[in-house]
């Protein structure tokens, strides 16, 4: 079988957007499918029509924007016309069985016009709503005529789509909600290759001592730093870690739009000797900096976007043997049974946060029990094999859709 990925973005570029495409794709290669891969102008200025990145050929979409993009509102349609163009190319030429189209909706619109032209079945997968992620980014509002605009195009996409498919049940009662029958919406969880994520033993001792975390407890987090991570409460909760645990640390690996002011925020409060950012590192270092790290910390702030959507790095914790605490949004609950796979505290609550990072750094037969529940729990339930597994019949019902007469 022969499938087409339509993605907003891909490798080279690091997100957990492009790492989960990766481990889908590959996953499917190791089943014996053929994947094709074309990037949107998401991706950003490209001079190839094609890259090689991840062991992976990705085809890119050639962008000149038209002159009516520049007027507001327009440049989506702007692009998912120049993705039209450029996908229609490329399937008329390889002949796939499938186009998958992976979430926002500027990828779903132009798989389902290639698609009904050329007579291929469309698969949309909803990683997370468009509304949803412009609106954490400051982009627009809930409720705004925007916001009501780009969820009506979300919703007629998933309802012209051959099959469904999105990344956890609250986007799947989301989807079900919307008018979509619930035959047609299927989950594939996200999930880690427990190979490439064996469990750390020992401190990478060069990276401990140049980072000047020699014999501290470290609290970490690793990724991008949006508003939504609440990363800002984070650092407040330090304050009040660090009178029940003086010699604690705080490590922060990664970068983002929030980068700045939580620096400015650690300088202000007087912590400057006990927080560590480090960066962005690249992705082939990031075990070294995993085990480094006692305690992963996750405390996502409440809104829609958290409670319907699961994050992929609280599993990578767990197949490393690291501990979670985790704040309780919905997207944190389909993954973390609290006082099993790890620990939950109220979102929000900057001293329930504290608490239960005290909690974890302290109780050492606690700690050692979630470590255990948490690899067993991603190596039983959570792997990619199973997870992809899980596309045979997503493909088998949407071709038998296209199909029927």
């Known amino acids: 079988m022969k499938i087409l990925h339509v993605l907003d973005h891909s490798l080279p570029l690091h997100s957990g957007y492009t790492f989960r495409t990766a481990a889908i794709l590959t996953e499917q290669r190791r089943r014996g499918w053929e994947t094709v891969h074309l990037t949107t102008p998401r991706q950003g200025v490209c001079d190839q029509t ?31 016309r120049a993705t039209a163009a450029a996908l229609r190319r490329l399937a008329s030429r390889v002949r796939p069985d499938v186009l998958h ?3 926002p909706v500027l990828t779903a619109w132009p798989a389902l016009r290639v698609g009904r032209a050329l007579g291929i079945p469309v698969v949309y997968e909803v990683r997370a709503f468009w509304e949803d992620a412009a609106v954490d980014h400051g982009s627009t509002a809930e409720g705004s005529a925007r916001y009501r605009f780009t969820r009506l195009l979300e919703t007629l996409a998933l309802k012209r789509a051959d099959a469904v498919t999105t990344i956890c049940e609250g986007l799947r009662a989301d989807i079900v909600g919307r008018g979509v029958p619930a035959v047609r919406v299927t989950v594939i969880p996200n999930a880690v290759d427990i190979d490439r994520f064996p469990v750390i033993g020992h401190r990478d001792a060069d990276l401990e001592a140049e980072l000047g975390l020699q014999g501290s407890p470290v609290i970490g987090f690793c990724g991008s730093f949006y508003a939504y991570e609440g990363l800002e409460l984070l650092v407040r909760a330090m304050a009040d870690v660090l009178t029940r645990v003086p010699d604690a640390r705080l490590l922060l690996v990664g970068g983002g739009p ?23 590192v690249p992705n082939a270092q990031i ?7 006692d305690v992963l910390a996750f405390p996502r702030k409440r809104m829609r976007l958290t409670d319907l959507v699961t994050p992929l790095k609280p599993l990578e914790a767990m197949a490393q043997g690291r501990v979670v605490v985790a704040s309780d949004v919905g997207g944190h609950r389909e993954l973390i049974e609290d006082e099993r796979t790890g620990l939950l505290f109220p979102a929000d609550d900057v001293r329930a946060l504290a608490s239960r990072l005290c909690l974890a750094l302290t109780d050492d037969a606690l700690r050692g029990r979630l470590i255990a529940n948490g690899r067993v729990f991603v190596e039983q339930e959570r792997n990619w094999a199973a997870s992809v597994a899980r596309y045979d019949g997503v493909y088998a019902r949407a071709r038998q859709a296209v199909a029927a007469p």
């Open 258 to 280: 929030q980068e700045s002011a939580l620096k400015a925020q650690v300088r202000e409060a007087g912590l400057a000797q006990r927080v560590v950012f480090t960066g962005r």
């Open 287 to 293: 075990e070294r900096y995993y085990s480094l790290i």
């Open 50 to 80: 094609m890259e090689q990145a991840g062991g992976f050929d990705f085809h890119r979409t050639p962008y000149r924007p038209a002159a009516w993009s520049r007027l507001p509102a327009l440049w989506p349609f702007d692009e998912m």
């Open 101 to 103: 189209a992976h979430s």
